[in-house]
């Protein structure tokens, strides 16, 4: 089992839609949660963290955190085509600092 | 305020060469962390450096090494270059080891 864990991908939402962005995560003790977008050829940019259970808004995007079904999502309302890159999602472990991070899923935003 | 900053941006060696990546975290970050990153996949954590010491490190090889000065910047050093390690090196900064943490541009190297 992948210690994160994302669908690759592509997700593909027309240009207004809410699009939703899962991660799971094995490490029951993991106490930090990051989103981060990454455009083709950048470096990752991070748009949003939680570290409690429940959502946590800013501006279009949501995050979303399950500690108990070790489960984060990132919801982005009212889709643009810029919004179209890769979203990663890392976690950083209950015993370490490092961030471990999924594969990425890719998002396309279609007019 | 200026963000994290890496250099060289591109780089392009030989096999069984050694090169060296530099990094400056954002002014009053005290850790920086390196990752690798191969094409369609996400980072890998290749060590952490808070104050000057070794907070961690990854499943790299001892061809991997870096160190922090005291100015909380970072050098990554790659010994006996394989074309395995041509990849995305980035650089992250943040305010002490457990919080957000904000990638450079990456230095983007490639072993021929």
């Known amino acids: 089992q992948k210690e994160v864990e994302q669908n690759s991908g592509p997700l593909s939402v027309p240009e207004g839609a809410i699009a939703s962005l899962n991660c799971t995560y094995s490490?029951?003790?993991?106490?930090?949660f990051f989103w981060y977008r990454q455009y083709s050829g950048k470096s990752p940019e991070l748009i949003m963290f939680?570290?409690?259970?429940g959502d946590k808004e800013d501006g279009r995007f949501t995050a979303q955190l399950n500690k108990a079904s070790q489960y984060v999502s990132l919801l982005i309302r009212d889709s643009q085509p810029s919004d179209s890159a890769t979203y990663l999602c890392a976690v950083r472990p209950g015993t370490a600092s490092k961030l471990t991070f999924g594969t990425g899923t890719r998002l396309q935003v279609t007019l | 305020d200026a963000g994290v900053t890496q250099s060289p941006t591109h780089l392009i060696k030989t096999r069984g060469q050694q090169v060296t990546l530099r990094c400056s975290p954002i002014?009053?970050?005290?850790?920086v962390s390196w990752y690798q990153q191969v094409l369609g996949q996400g980072p890998q954590f290749i060590f952490q450096?808070?104050?000057?010491?070794?907070?961690g490190r990854g499943n790299f090889p001892d061809r991997f090494s870096a160190r922090q000065f005291p100015n909380y910047s970072s050098e990554l050093n790659v010994n006996a270059l394989l074309l395995g390690d041509s990849a995305l090196y980035l650089c992250a900064s943040s305010t002490d080891l457990n919080t957000e943490a904000f990638f450079g541009q990456g230095t983007r190297l490639t072993v021929v």
């Open positions: 002014s009053g970050h005290k850790s």
């Open positions: 450096y808070y104050e000057k010491e070794e907070r």
């Open positions: 939680i570290y409690s259970n």
């Open positions: 490490d029951r003790g993991s106490q930090s």
